[in-house]
């Protein structure tokens, strides 16, 4: 059985041959340790969501304390993997950019209308530090509700995207 952990900053691991997670009727993620500990709802959030999306998983309660880390999602069990990614898929939702019409920078916020995969978006972004360049030419904006956008490299967008992309990043 997984011990908890003897200080709160210590890091527990969660033993992925002794963890389950699983969906309740209401969609909600519960998670089982060993025989003895079960503990729901709790949520999934990425320590490493742009570079390594699979690994570190933090898993916690609804209060927002870890009870553990699952190293690598693909060392769970089919079902537990399937849960466990319906509940990141909901959680970091994200909207892929096809075209960049409009930014407009005013009273402390940059605008972007956007066109996306979901439809069209009028995005709302603090300050450049949440717009982020990765090292394969996407660009992440987050938005002030903390939705995420991603726009594909320049050499997929249109002419006016691109535009529009180079003035803001």
Do not use: C, F, N
């Not at 079902?79 to 319906?86: H, V």
């Not at 990141?88 to 075209?99: G, N």
């Not at 439809?119 to 992440?140: E, F, M, Y």
Request: net charge negative; proline share 5%.
């Amino acid at each position: 059985m997984s011990e908890l952990p003897a200080h709160p900053s210590d890091l527990r691991l969660l033993d992925p041959t002794k963890t389950t997670l699983v969906l309740d009727d209401s969609r909600r993620l519960q998670v089982q340790i060993g025989i003895e500990e079960r503990i729901g709802p709790v949520r999934a959030l990425r320590s490493l969501p742009l570079t390594q999306p699979e690994r570190y998983i933090s898993i916690q309660d609804d209060e927002g304390v870890e009870i553990g880390v699952i190293q690598d999602m693909r060392e769970l069990d089919s079902q537990s993997r399937a849960a466990l990614q319906e509940e990141l898929d909901y959680y970091y939702l994200k909207a892929k950019v096809t075209r960049i019409l409009r930014v407009e920078a005013r009273h402390g916020l940059i605008t972007w209308q956007l066109e996306t995969h979901l439809g069209p978006r009028t995005v709302h972004v603090r300050d450049r530090q949440h717009i982020r360049s990765l090292a394969d030419g996407r660009t992440i904006l987050t938005d002030i509700h903390e939705g995420k956008y991603e726009i594909p490299p320049m050499a997929q967008l249109d002419e006016k995207s691109v535009h529009w992309l180079s003035v803001e990043v």
